[in-house]
Structures are given as C-alpha cells and as structure tokens.
C-alpha cells in the first residue's frame, strides 16, 4: 500500500527534528563566546502563541527538547507566526522549556529548563538568515557560545521556507 503525502512528510519531518536536536545539543560544546546584543527580553505579555509538550522518548527532539514547551511572539512577530513568514525586522519569538509532570493524571510544567530567543535583525544577522540566537540555562546563563550558527543550522535545515521559525500561531 502506497505511503500517504501526509505520512512522508511527517516522515520528513521528523528525521529534520531529530537532526536539529542533535545540532542544539552541539552548540552548548561550542567554543567562543555568546552575542552580547542578544539579551531575554520582557515576553510576558506578549501573545502566546504555542504550547507543546514531548513527552515520549520516541520523538526524535525527546532528549534535547523533552517538556512543555511555550512561544511567546512580539506584536512585529504576530503576523509572521500567523501566516508562516516572512518576518519584519524587529520581530522577536521567545521559546521556554519546563520539565513535564504528570500531577494526577495532568500533564503540568515542573522546572524550568531553558528559555530562548530569536530576534530579527537582517542587516546584522545575515549569516544567520537574519536571525540573532541565544538561550539560557535556569540560573541565566547563556548556552549560545557560536554566534547562533549551530542554531541556524537547525532552523534552515527545518524551517527555511517560513523564515526559518518551527513555531506557528494557534488560535
């Protein structure tokens, strides 16, 4: 029987999702030093624009990226998540990772595991499709030490033809 459209490209998918985990896992053992530009802005009140969680060891991001996970966008950003990009200049996409707990049979977030940022800036970020990253460690500090290029590299193998942005709005 003939694999559906939809199942291929999850396929694809996911095989591009297990080798941007691995690549994340590579930029914390990178040498150098993180962009001091890049700074976790106030996103709490920005729109939410996202939650997910992984939660199964079978998901190919599982030991990168296991946890809930919430995305917050700026109001530059809004319109990019909605439409799948491009994204203006300004736009700025902030993505925390909690440890999941199941509370009574309740998935919940438990502690906090990291919390980043993607902030668009063209002229400055143009090795980095436009895109400034970092990420940081629950007491602050900062886990990007490559300038975001192992970043990048996951988010243009993954997501190029959304302006290199996973996340989508939902309603």
């Known amino acids: 029987m003939a694999r559906s459209t939809k199942t291929i490209a999850l396929g694809f998918y996911s095989a591009a999702m297990a080798v941007a985990g691995l690549l994340a896992l590579a930029a914390l053992a990178q040498e150098g030093g ?21 939660f199964d060891e079978a998901h190919p991001l599982f030991n990168a990226f296991g946890g809930m996970h919430h995305v917050y966008a700026n109001e530059k950003a809004l319109a990019g998540t909605k439409a799948g990009g491009p994204y203006p200049d300004g736009s700025a996409l902030v993505f925390v990772l909690y440890d999941v707990e199941n509370a009574g049979g309740a998935y919940q977030a438990a502690g906090k ?7 668009k800036d063209s002229r400055r970020y143009k090795n980095t499709g436009g895109w400034a990253f970092q990420a940081w460690d629950p007491s602050g500090a900062p886990l990007v030490t490559d300038g975001g290029a192992s970043c990048f590299a996951c988010h243009a193998n993954g997501a190029s033809s959304t302006d290199y942005v996973f996340s989508r709005f939902v309603p």
């Open 34 to 54: 993180p962009d001091p530009d890049v700074k976790l802005p106030d996103y709490r009140e920005w729109t939410h624009v996202k939650s997910m969680v992984i």
């Open 113 to 119: 595991k990291v919390t980043a940022v993607m902030l």
